[in-house]
Nanobody
Framework: QVQLVESGGGYVQAGGSLRLSCAAS????????MGWFRQAPGKEREFVAA????????YYADSVKGRFTISRDSAENTVYLQMNSLKPEDTAVYYC???????????????WGQGTQVTVSS
């Protein structure tokens, strides 16, 4: 089992940047692929980015490709989401999640953090 805690959310103007962090507990971090998802008010949870257990493979939603970068640090048991050129439509609660398999589908992910709010003003 793994527990996830996100941080780094906040309020930023359009065009700005934020870096989200997700710290994982335990010594099993390397067994999991990690994903970032987001949910805006009144909308379904959507995939943002995912990274394989080794960090060698990454997936991105088309809406964030070229602007967001997912990475992981096994020594720190942490996964990051660097978000650049933020847009108002990026406003949402961002969640990190862990899964045994790399996937864009949130139903595959077994473990979830509590979420961190990102608000982008126009």
């Amino acid at each position: 089992q793994v527990q996830l805690v996100e941080s780094g959310g906040g309020y930023v103007q359009a065009g700005g940047s934020l870096r989200l962090s997700c710290a994982a507990s335990g010594r099993t971090f390397g067994r999991y692929a990690m994903g970032w998802f987001r949910q805006a008010p009144g909308k379904e949870r959507e995939f943002v980015a995912a990274i394989s257990r080794s960090g060698g493979t990454t997936y991105y939603a088309d809406s964030v490709k070229g602007r967001f970068t997912i990475s992981r640090d096994s020594a720190e048991n942490t996964v990051y989401l660097q978000m650049n050129s933020l847009k108002p439509e990026d406003t949402a609660v961002y969640y990190c999640a862990a899964s045994a398999a790399l996937s864009r589908d949130y139903v595959i992910y077994n473990y979830w953090g509590q979420g961190t709010q990102v608000t982008v003003s126009s």
